[in-house]
């Protein structure tokens, strides 16, 4: 039975570097994969390709796939194959996020799109997307690909409707969780159950692997919407209140209004004042009210979720992996 | 035996129509399921889509692939996945296309209305991507997906030669051969090899359609390039002169370089000059010159080839069709 009391505790004790150790090895043979790119005949997308993989971020979907493929025998050449896949369709997601947004900065680091035009980043991505097929056609199931076609859906879907959103007001919260779903819950949940269909696990632990990848994957998001209001900027690599500014209303903003919806930041903001100054007095009432522990109550609750759906996958070590996982996904500070 | 001297008789007494009306009926299902938007809940994309998709050419594609897919029974439903699989493909890689061309006109100087619409473009893109994915994945066929990804590669690799390519002087003709490969013989390689796939063809089949594929996709290109010279512009749907607007030397410029260096239209265009009046001048000359016949001339070698690897299939009547489809090819005029 699994201690539905240990996660916290853990969490807290855990590095994500303990957590992973007991794949250290396995994530070295991942990264390298990703980062091959003797098969580009063409230097400059080498070098791009390259140095987008490089800066990438800390392969918690990959991890997530080595972990939840280790309850049946699976052979390791698909398993890679997925948890590529999963990091690499993100990756090819991201690059054109920074076309779509315009971002000079990921991570800390510059983007594509900051040193080769935009065009040139839309191809760069076209070339990850196909890099993510791939590694998707690697795992020899048809299934899978499925699952890999419908989720870029989604997440294209969900960019569009970010794309296009009304600005001004409080949207409803429907659509804040649409939208991480599509942006950061669909993956996870894709790299669970795809795990469950590589392991050919049964549709009750398939679908236990599907309920831990969908809620950890809403709780990552809601913590990387709350490290935007109280990260240190250079561990976050972006500025603090970076969503606001882009009209980004995240799950604090819906705590804060539903306890002052009059509050003078907010009123202020609504009425379309985002400038800097606006944007920091707004993140700083925000900071100071019950609305961040109210956000992450909400995380520690879908985390506590995936790991109550654990409980019907077999009692190995890597049951306990994915619930530190899930623990310190809710815990981190960066 | 197939008669190798009917072809440029019959593809000039053949419609278009009259050569795909044995496949008019299958045709019109391809038809509703790239235009069937009944799955995209979100009603601004689904515009859009249908917008894309009713703007689509002629359907060579998944012509090509209906008809090779004769030879041995294979279930409607994989081959019409095929069909719209890789006419999406193409669709959205002509989406991306025309981002990566409008950012070269407007780099330096985006307007933030451009800006957004370039963002919602390069997302609408990745949506068809998507459904070209699904469609691939429909096919059943892990061999399939695996050639759609290497095709995509491929793609994207010919798009980023061409954006960093150095202008001024004719480039090597391998450069040309290689980025029509990219262009257009990847895609139709991948519909009729995967077509034999499909059937479980023999490999000398299999080898047998992919030649012809690749054959097909080269005339189609350099045909398409002949007709940036010589077509009606109204008919092309572009004006003329627009490759060599663009800096895109087609295989008529090599051909009357070759056989003219000194040209002073030629030079003045080396120089730097692609201004109306001298592409247009330029222009005039290559159609005088003998570059136009010879560049047709290597196109019907090529239509030729196609229709000689024919011979190892099997005597049906979509062989007789893929025969007149290659030879319309090299004789249409739009």
Same mark, same amino acid.
Do not use: C
């Given at each position: ?32 994969? $990703? ?5 580009? &005949?063409? /230097? ?10 490089? @800066? ?8 997530? *796939? !080595? ?12 398993? !890679?194959? $997925? ?18 947004? %315009? ?19 839309? +191809? ?22 499925? #699952? ?11 960019? !569009? #409707? ?5 600005? /001004?007001?409080?949207?409803?919260? &429907? ?5 991480? =779903? /599509?942006?950061?819950?669909? !993956? ?23 309920? =831990?990848?969908?809620? +950890? ?9 709350? $490290?935007?209001?109280?990260? %240190? ?9 970076? %969503? ?9 903003? =819906? =705590? ?10 907010? *009123? ?13 007095? +707004? ?5 100071? @009210? ?11 609750? +879908? ?7 654990? *409980? ?18 809710? &815990?981190?500070?960066?």
């Amino acid at each position: 039975m699994i201690q539905t009391q240990t996660p916290s505790v853990k969490g807290k004790d855990s590095t994500l570097a303990d957590i992973l150790k007991p794949i250290s090895e396995e994530m070295q043979v991942v990264e390298t994969a $990703l980062r091959d790119t003797t098969h580009i &005949e063409y /230097g400059p997308l080498a070098e791009v390709i390259e140095h987008i993989v490089s @800066s990438g971020g800390k392969r918690i979907r990959p991890a997530v *796939v !080595l972990f939840a493929t280790k309850f049946y025998p699976v052979d390791f050449d698909k398993v !890679l194959a $997925l948890a590529a896949a999963v990091e690499t369709l993100h990756t090819a997601t991201l690059i054109h996020d920074d076309v779509v947004d %315009d971002s000079i900065l990921r991570r800390g680091r510059p983007t594509i799109n900051a040193f080769w035009n935009s065009g040139a980043t839309v +191809l760069a991505g076209d070339y990850v997307f196909a890099r993510a097929a791939s590694f998707g056609a690697a795992t020899g199931e048809v299934r899978v690909m499925e #699952r890999f076609a419908e989720t870029l859906h989604t997440i294209v879907d969900g960019e !569009l #409707r970010q794309l296009f959103r009304r600005r /001004g007001g409080l949207p409803p919260r &429907e659509e804040y969780y649409h939208r991480i =779903y /599509g942006k950061t819950g669909s !993956l996870f949940t894709l790299s669970t159950e795809a795990a469950g269909m590589l392991m050919g696990a049964s549709p009750a632990e398939t679908e236990a692997l599907h309920t =831990y990848g969908h809620n +950890l994957g809403m709780a990552f998001q809601i913590v990387d919407d709350v $490290l935007d209001f109280i990260g %240190d900027e250079r561990r976050v690599g972006k500025p603090i209140g970076s %969503d606001l500014r882009q009209g980004t209303i995240t799950l604090p903003v =819906y =705590y804060f209004a539903e306890t002052s919806p009059q509050h003078p930041s907010l *009123v202020n903001y609504w009425n379309g004042d985002n400038q800097d100054a606006a944007v920091e007095e +707004l993140v700083g009432a925000i900071r100071e @009210s019950s609305a961040i522990d109210a956000t992450l109550a909400e995380a520690s609750e +879908l985390v506590q979720k995936a790991i109550d759906a654990l *409980v019907v996958l077999p009692d190995v070590p890597a049951r306990d992996s994915l619930r530190d996982l899930a623990a310190y996904i809710v &815990e981190r500070r960066e």
